[in-house]
């Protein structure tokens, strides 16, 4: 069994990444054995100054926001030789995850960036910017209804406030190339339309399963190419918000984050339902209809002795069935049922 951290028992690792450390599940043995995200710095990254401030910074930013969809920070400590994070523990999967196996609908998208937005919002209004918003910084818990998600966005250990520099010591920019803002590649300064436009990149890819960027990508696509068309499935409504959100000019964006994700789920609330299926009214009745008029004819002929009664014996059946075909041939045309087709 691995050592404790402060107060806290790891039980299993459940993520590496970023060189800056490791997160695994721990138990949090001051407080009843509830189960916490322990986020710790690598103790090969004690020594880069720049990778303790990001680790720092994360601590601050991630316990300052006040959002249901940023993770709740429990507790932190910057003490040497382990800083940690202890967070809630988020029992799901990310976005990434999800694209990847196909199983985000339309509106299964929209209502995660819709709150995604909402947690973007947030943190702008403290003067804060994410810098790294993409589907694998987003994850996903079962919502309060069945088939509904909670998202999250995490991950805040380059996020920054947005009146710095955009830039690392070194001169690098930060970020993960696909979901970068185009203003980003030519000043070290932007605002939290940046965020913007990468939330809009991720929207995009759960629309269609795919970056707004075919073929072979650079990072200068964002500033130099238009994205490639959304299927024709998405409500024309929608696509115009996607692309709203994709302009190149911060200023042709949604002024706040709070504005995009309402624009995103107005447009899919006012998309009109596609159509459901037609389908034939049922028969039963022009058939039944059908065979007891040629019962009846039978019986009429029978009666005026136009047929004995051994002809009546194969006669009467088979004037039955000519009226059960007559029946089918004039049974009523399909019918629109109508109905909400999302």
């Not at 910017?129 to 919502?143: F, Y």
Request: glycine content about 10%.
């Amino acid at each position: 069994m691995t050592s404790p951290v402060g107060q806290y028992q790891r039980l299993d690792l459940i993520g590496r990444g970023g060189g800056m450390g490791e997160v695994w599940r721990a138990r949090d043995l001051d407080r009843g054995g509830r189960v916490v995200a322990l986020k710790l710095l690598a103790p090969d990254a004690l020594d880069d100054t720049e990778l303790r401030e990001r680790f720092l910074r994360e601590m601050e930013i991630a316990a300052d926001i006040e959002n249901p969809h940023v993770v709740v920070v429990y507790d932190f400590s910057a003490k040497l030789p382990e800083p940690y994070i202890a967070m809630r523990y988020i029992d799901g999967r990310t976005m990434a995850d999800e694209i990847a196996a196909g199983t985000m609908t339309m509106e299964r998208t929209v209502t995660i960036v819709e709150q995604i937005a909402s947690a973007l919002a947030a943190a702008h209004e403290r003067g804060l910017r994410h810098r790294d918003v993409k589907p694998s910084n987003i994850m996903l818990e079962r919502g309060y209804r069945a088939g509904t998600d909670h998202a999250y966005l995490i991950d805040w250990g380059i996020a920054q406030r947005i009146d710095t520099s955009d830039l690392t010591r070194v001169g690098q920019m930060v970020g993960t190339p696909a979901y970068v803002a185009p203003e980003r590649l030519a000043s070290d300064h932007a605002d939290g339309r940046a965020d913007i436009y990468s939330l809009a990149v991720v929207l995009y890819e759960g629309l269609a399963g795919r970056k707004p960027f075919g073929g072979r990508f650079t990072i200068t696509d964002h500033r130099d190419r238009d994205p490639d068309p959304l299927p024709e499935t998405v409500p024309p409504a929608l696509r115009a918000v996607v692309m709203k959100g994709l302009a190149k000019r911060p200023a042709d964006r949604y002024d706040d984050a709070r504005a995009f994700g309402d624009a995103v789920y107005r447009a899919w609330q006012e998309a009109p339902a596609a159509p459901a299926p037609a389908r034939r009214t049922p028969a039963v009745w022009p058939l039944a209809a059908g065979g007891g008029v040629g019962a009846v004819a039978g019986i009429g002929l029978l009666a005026a002795d136009l047929v004995d009664t051994a002809m009546a014996v194969w006669a009467l059946p088979a004037l039955v069935i000519a009226g059960v075909v007559a029946g089918w041939a004039l049974r009523d045309t399909p019918e629109d049922t109508g109905g909400d087709g999302r």
